[in-house]
């Protein structure tokens, strides 16, 4: 999906579902998908079977994380945070990962 006024509106409600029912067959319980690319912006809808992860990676220069079903961990170093349904955290400058409390789906905005 390209990132101008003209852009059609993506059903998160929908993709979240097939990601999710594709996370539960794959070993590694993970499945992304981009649904917003721009010089400025991105996001990135993943599901997570329970019990998974996003592995540990860098963060970008700005992000958040909005989780939109199920629960999840955010786990930067020593902290973490507990995500619910309807909950948005923006993610700390560290290296990170998401663990699955329950199967989630999650969106994730990059800012450049």
């Known amino acids: 999906m ?3 006024q ?3 509106a993506a059903d998160l409600g929908v993709m979240g579902d ?3 029912q594709e996370a539960t067959e794959r070993p590694d319980g993970l499945r992304t998908r981009p649904v917003l690319r721009g010089p400025l912006m991105s996001a990135v809808l993943f599901a997570l079977r329970a019990g ?4 540990e990676h860098a963060s970008p220069p700005a992000a958040s ?3 939109l079903r199920g629960r999840v961990v955010l786990v930067a170093g020593e902290q973490s945070w507990t995500l619910g349904a309807g909950e948005l955290l923006p993610i700390p400058q560290a290296r990170h990962r ?3 409390a329950t199967d989630a789906v999650c969106l994730l905005t990059i800012h450049r």
Not at 52 to 55: R, Y
């Open 6 to 8: 003209s852009a059609t």
């Open 18 to 20: 097939q990601l999710l």
């Open 52 to 55: 998974s992860s996003l592995p």
């Open 98 to 100: 998401v663990d699955a």
């Open 65 to 67: 994380l909005q989780v």
């Open 2 to 4: 390209a990132e101008s």
